[in-house]
């Protein structure tokens, strides 16, 4: 079992930033791969990014690249999405996930989420 906790979602102006971090417990962090995927009141469940197991790989989706940057620290297991220039669109609730294989764009390749934290971006 991996224990995902999310944290530093909060409000924010548009054009501003913010840093999530996703602590994991359990299972060997670096035995996953981790990705950060975002739900919308009223939307499925969206990829956001997601690193390979090495973290020397990572994928974005096209709303999000050149403003989030994923990135983990291993020594102390957690998994970091900085966001910056934040639009209104951006509002959801974003939610880490680890995957022990599989393509990383797939919410199905995902094993283990945590609760979620709200980012609301104001206009």
């Known amino acids: 079992q991996v224990q995902l906790v999310e944290s530093g979602g909060g409000l924010v102006q548009a054009g501003g930033s913010l840093r999530l971090s996703c602590a994991a417990s359990g299972r060997t962090f670096s035995n996953y791969a981790m990705g950060w995927f975002r739900q919308a009141p009223g939307k499925e469940r969206e990829f956001v990014a997601a690193s390979s197991r090495s973290g020397t790989s990572t994928y974005y989706a096209g709303s999000v690249k050149g403003r989030f940057t994923i990135s983990s620290d291993n020594a102390k297991n957690t998994v970091y999405l900085q966001m910056n220039s934040l639009k209104p669109e951006d509002t959801a609730v974003y939610y880490c996930?680890?995957?022990?294989?599989?393509?990383?764009?797939?919410?199905?390749?995902?094993?283990?989420w945590g609760q979620g934290t709200q980012v609301t971006v104001s206009s």
């Open positions: 996930a680890a995957r022990s294989s599989g393509d990383p764009f797939r919410i199905r390749s995902y094993d283990y």
